[in-house]
């Protein structure tokens, strides 16, 4: 629906709660939202895993979130033209690679010759 001449474009928010897969909120995750592949705004989650992005021009969204010791997460085409949005990410733990090298090896006893 447009705005009636005169009115300001109407304005929406998203509000962001993230949470771990035990449903634990995740404090201090990046979420940063694109509008047509350009940075709109960004935040850090809270103690209870919210961030809120409010003032938004109506459109479709990319939301992204980063955290170190977990998986980066994207939603795409999150459509903000009529109403106000609520989105829950589950944040998943990154896969760490441990390598090891073991070695092993046998004592040999050397025997010295006097000459």
Not at 11 to 31: E, K
Not at 45 to 62: I, N
Not at 82 to 102: C, P, Q
Request: hydrophobic share 40%.
């Amino acid at each position: 629906m447009a705005p009636l001449f005169g009115q300001a474009p109407t304005r929406q928010r998203i509000a962001v709660t993230a949470a771990d897969v035990a449903g634990r909120p995740v404090m201090g995750v990046r979420v940063e939202l694109r509008l047509d592949q350009h940075a709109i705004q960004s935040g850090d989650t809270d103690e209870l895993g919210q961030v809120l992005f409010a003032g938004l021009p109506p459109g479709r969204y990319t939301v992204s979130a980063k955290k170190t010791g977990f998986e980066n997460l994207q939603k795409s085409d999150i459509d903000l033209s009529r109403e106000n949005i609520a989105l829950e990410l589950t944040m998943v733990g990154a896969l760490t690679r441990a390598e090891s090298v073991e070695v092993r090896g046998a004592v040999i006893e050397v025997e010295e010759n006097a000459s």
